[in-house]
């Protein structure tokens, strides 16, 4: 007898909470190839059905009768050995469409850990037919298909296995490693393994302030990762918050915010995106929801609260949810792309939009409950701005201060003005740089002496074999925390939070210095160093600052100032080591534009940490570039002025002592 004649007989129900509808009556299923072999194991546990391997590598192709989709979840229930892979599909025979999946996983599992459940969502598909393939599977061990079961719930899928597992192992295998690269910065805090990505919510709860970023381990997806502190000098990594789930038909996740609820539980609010849909047309807005006090375990919402249909008009790239408070009601900000005017007529409903025919653009919406949502409106377009008016806005945030808001798309340019939440209109009434650097996707927290402090990602560090000095497997390191406040004109005013003071270690000053050629500060150097420089320009041309320089001072990095602007450029371009010695912006004398007149005065707070720079020009406007172009041992100061006398009214720089981050190996959440 064929193996697959028997399947319909052995596909019993599985009561699984409640959760189960009925399971897949599909007959015969059909074989082709040498992997599943012509009939039944020689032996059977229970009622499960062995589709075995043989011994040598093999393939093969199992595909199921064609069935209707009757509930919103098909479950695959899977019981194997130690050493597989296999992969399969779902084909959706009236869309035409098709799901894959490596549903039999090569991480590895508890020795007690003998099945998975692996769930599809089709919740889009009720009322359809469809068919499954099993496929490429090869093994020195058993495979064996229990159930293919419809429901109204997905099963328990161990997700915490076959998705957060290897990103834990790849934390714990390279850590340690990565913190040995001498130019991954010690004082400014970052993913310890993979990519730091966007900043994806800071909360404060119970006296701890936190940081849920999204970070991506060197080849593996997406996830929410977790840091906490008490201090914002002392931190500790937590296990990852939430990642892409496969139970509820998620293949990745994007970016997202926080809040603390009125029950004192976290909610995650975050960028769905499923197997079968682009983050362009149809992701998703998801929800998680925190088990306990620590915001360590959460839940997620099985269905999204927001979708691209909860818009009344044309939209793409709908991502990246920001969420806050206001007079008891909730709101949410989504950034995306729509549109121009000019253009809709043209380009409504057709697949692909050029980007000279769209403009960035923010949704608001509310809610009373967090969970429920109602769309308020579009508050604004980059087509009615100057700066940063590109053709698609991501991480948009909106943060009152006093009568006043501020909006931003990204954490490069800023506009504050009138917001009306009722109507869902912004009334731009004065719009700044925020940076021209290389800081972007930002998060605030508001924390308990009502500051806004500000996180986000800056670019350094290198990735894959090209890295020069061959620590590969890190990238981005996030910045120092900034407080946010407005002055009296409503302009953006950025300073570093207090408590990176505490950093401090051997001092070194000047005061009211003439200078008038070049100066050596020779008790100054180093290259983990902060450096608060305020400067005149008196008679002079120009002014400013040389650091990183070699001790001859034919390498390094200027800092100029002429009175009205800062530039900041490179020295010695033929004596640059690695792949930055290449780049056209460090050949470039880079323009740091500021929103406030200088008046001939510049204040200059430097951060130099390693392989980055980070720099506040006036509280005003701020600038950060890898530095990783210079070797580490040229650590030389110097105060200099051309054209003239210029006036150091003072110069303070303090050697930096590293941030502490317990780095404890990671477990698995809940396991």
């Not at 959706?92 to 099945?115: E, W, Y």
């Not at 006036?618 to 950060?624: I, K, R, S």
């Amino acid at each position: 007898m064929e193996l697959f004649a028997i399947i319909g007989c052995l596909l019993a129900a599985f009561n699984c909470c409640g959760a189960v509808a009925g399971d897949i009556d599909v007959g015969d299923w059909h074989t082709a190839g040498v992997c599943f072999g012509k009939g039944p194991a020689s032996r059977l546990e229970l009622d499960w059905l062995k589709l075995y391997a043989e011994p040598v590598p093999t393939s093969g192709l199992l595909t199921s009768p064609k069935f209707s989709i009757t509930e919103p979840y098909i479950n695959l229930h899977v019981r194997k050995g130690e050493k597989l892979h296999g992969t399969a599909q779902l084909v959706l025979v009236d869309t035409g469409t098709t799901r894959r999946d490596n549903v039999i996983r090569t991480s590895p599992r508890p020795a007690t850990q003998t099945s998975d459940w692996f769930t599809w969502d089709v919740r889009d598909y009720v009322g359809t037919s469809a068919y499954i393939q099993l496929y490429d599977i090869s093994s020195a061990d058993s495979v064996n298909l229990e159930k293919v079961v419809l429901s109204d719930k997905p099963m328990q899928d161990l997700t915490w296995l076959s998705e957060v597992r290897p990103t834990i192992d790849a934390v714990n295998a390279n850590r340690e490693r990565i913190a040995q690269d001498p130019y991954r910065p010690v004082y400014h805090m970052g993913a310890p393994c993979g990519r730091s990505w966007d900043m994806n919510g800071c909360v404060y709860k119970e006296g701890y302030c936190h940081n849920i970023y999204l970070t991506v381990p060197t080849g593996l997806p997406a996830c929410m990762s977790h840091l906490r502190s008490r201090d914002l000098v002392h931190w500790e990594q937590l296990p990852p918050a939430i990642w892409a789930s496969t139970a509820i038909g998620e293949a990745d996740i994007y970016s997202g915010d926080a809040i603390i609820g009125p029950d004192n539980k976290g909610y995650i609010f975050y960028t769905s995106v499923g197997i079968d849909r682009t983050p362009v047309f149809t992701a998703r807005i998801g929800l998680a929801v925190s088990q306990d006090s620590d915001l360590i375990s959460w839940t997620k919402e099985d269905q999204p609260i927001v979708t691209p249909l909860s818009i009344p008009v044309e939209t793409r790239h709908m991502r990246d949810p920001f969420v806050f408070q206001e007079r008891g009601k909730y709101y949410l900000v989504l950034t995306g792309e729509i549109l121009k005017d000019r253009y809709k007529m043209a380009f409504s409903n057709t697949p692909n939009w050029p980007a000279e025919v769209t403009t960035g653009a923010f949704f608001l919406f509310s809610s009373d409950n967090l969970r429920q949502w109602t769309y308020v409106g579009m508050p604004l377009t980059a087509q009615d701005v100057e700066l940063w008016n590109g053709p698609l806005w991501e991480m948009g945030m909106l943060i009152k201060f006093g009568d006043k808001w501020l909006f931003t798309a990204g954490g490069k340019a800023y506009y504050t003005g009138k917001m009306d939440l009722q109507k869902g209109k912004f009334l731009p009434q004065r719009q700044g740089t925020i940076t021209c650097g290389t800081f972007y996707a930002a998060r605030r927290m508001l924390d308990p002496q009502g500051r806004c402090i500000v996180w986000a990602p800056e670019h350094c560090g290198f990735t894959g074999p090209e890295h020069v000095r061959g620590f590969s497997g890190w990238e981005s390191m996030y910045s120092l925390p900034r407080v946010w406040t407005l002055d009296q004109d409503g302009r953006l005013v950025q300073t570093v939070a207090s408590e990176i003071e505490a950093l401090r270690g051997k001092h070194t000053s000047r005061k009211n210095m003439p200078v008038d050629s070049l100066s050596t500060i020779d008790d100054a150097a180093g290259n983990t160093i902060e450096i608060s420089a305020d400067l005149e320009i008196g008679t002079a041309k120009t002014c400013g600052l040389e650091l990183r320089r070699s001790l001859d001072g034919s390498t390094g990095m200027r800092v100029s100032f002429d009175g009205s602007s800062v530039f900041v450029e490179s020295i010695g371009q033929d004596m640059l080591i690695g792949p930055e010695k290449k780049a056209e912006w460090w050949a470039t004398k880079i323009h740091v534009p500021v929103n406030r007149p200088c008046d001939g005065k510049a204040r200059l707070h430097i951060f130099l940490d390693k392989g980055l720079m980070e720099m506040f020009v006036n509280d005003d406007v701020t600038f950060e570039r890898p530095i990783e172009h210079i070797p580490l041992g040229y650590t030389g100061v110097a105060v200099y002025s051309q054209g003239g006398t210029a006036n150091l009214r003072s110069l303070d720089v303090w050697q930096e002592n590293p941030i502490s981050v317990k780095y404890a190996p990671l477990q698995v959440p809940g396991a």
